[in-house]
T-cell receptor, first 112, second 113 residues
Framework: EAQVTQNPRYLITVTGKKLTVTCSQNMNHEYMSWYRQDPGLGLRQIYYSMNVEVTDKGDVPEGYKVSRKEKRNFPLILESPSPNQTSLYFCASTFTSGYEQYFGPGTRLTVT | AQSVTQPDIHITVSEGASLELRCNYSYGATPYLFWYVQSPGQGLQLLLKYFSGDTLVQGIKGFEAEFKRSQSSFNLRKPSVHWSDAAEYFC???????????FGKGTTLSVSS
C-alpha cells in the first residue's frame, strides 16, 4: 500500500530535550515536506526537500532541522524544543513539484 | 504572494441537504488547486484537484468543485451530505515554485440529523 508513515504519532516532551520525528514514504517520491498545523492558522510548511541531500526552508523553519540522506526518509529534528512548537506535524510527499501531496497520519507534539 | 481564503470557519448542514464550501485564491498564473479533508484525529486526504481543462472536477466521496477564473474561486460542492462527511475541509493552491501547498485556514463541517 502506497503510504507516508510517521513516528511517533504522539509525543509529550520537556523544553530543551532533543527529539526526532521520523517520516518515510514508499512511493519513490522525490519531493517531501514537513508542515505544522495550528488552530486558526491552517497548515504551514516548515521545510521541504527536492531530492536526496537537497533541502530548503519553508515558511516557518525556525527551531527545526531536517535531513534527507535517503530518498524515502525525511526526519524532522527539534534540537531544543520549546512550548511554542507544540503542534500537529504532518509529513508529505509528492512525485514532482506542483502536484498533489500525500500526507502522513500526523504527529501530535506537546512541549511542556 | 499566493494565498487562499476560506470565508466560512464553521458550517452546519442537515443530513441529506446540499453543501457548498467556499474557497478564493490569489495567484499570478494558472493555479493548481486542491481540496483536502481531515477527519478528527486523521491525516489529510485528497478529495479532488484541478490542474487544467474542464473547470468542473469530480472527486471522491461524491464531491465536486468548480474552478472559476473570473471569480478566483474553487468552491467545493456535494448534493447530499452524509453524517460521515463531518470533518474539516482545506482548500489549497500550489506556490509558484511548486515546492509547497498554500492552505486556507479550513472550514469545519458539522452535520445535523
Amino acid at each position: 500500500e502506497a503510504q507516508v508513515t510517521q513516528n511517533p504519532r504522539y509525543l509529550i516532551t520537556v523544553t530543551g530535550k532533543k527529539l526526532t520525528v521520523t517520516c518515510s514514504q514508499n512511493m519513490n517520491h522525490e519531493y517531501m515536506s514537513w508542515y505544522r498545523q495550528d488552530p486558526g492558522l491552517g497548515l504551514r510548511q516548515i521545510y521541504y526537500s527536492m531530492n536526496v541531500e537537497v533541502t530548503d526552508k519553508g515558511d516557518v523553519p525556525e527551531g527545526y532541522k531536517v535531513s534527507r540522506k535517503e530518498k524515502r526518509n525525511f526526519p524532522l529534528i527539534l534540537e531544543s524544543p520549546s512550548p511554542n512548537q507544540t503542534s500537529l506535524y504532518f509529513c508529505a510527499s509528492t512525485f514532482t513539484s506542483g502536484y498533489e501531496q500525500y500526507f502522513g497520519p500526523g504527529t501530535r507534539l506537546t512541549v511542556t | 504572494a499566493q494565498s487562499v481564503t476560506q470565508p466560512d470557519i464553521h458550517i452546519t448542514v442537515s443530513e441529506g441537504a446540499s453543501l457548498e464550501l467556499r474557497c478564493n485564491y490569489s495567484y499570478g498564473a494558472t493555479p493548481y488547486l486542491f481540496w483536502y479533508v481531515q477527519s478528527p484525529g486523521q491525516g489529510l486526504q485528497l478529495l479532488l484537484k484541478y490542474f487544467s481543462g474542464d473547470t468542473l472536477v469530480q472527486g471522491i466521496k461524491g464531491f465536486e468543485a468548480e474552478f472559476k477564473r473570473s471569480q478566483s474561486s474553487f468552491n467545493l460542492r456535494k448534493p447530499s451530505v452524509h453524517w460521515s462527511d463531518a470533518a474539516e475541509y482545506f482548500c489549497a493552491v500550489n506556490d509558484q515554485a511548486g515546492t509547497a501547498l498554500i492552505f486556507g485556514k479550513g472550514t469545519t463541517l458539522s452535520v445535523s440529523s
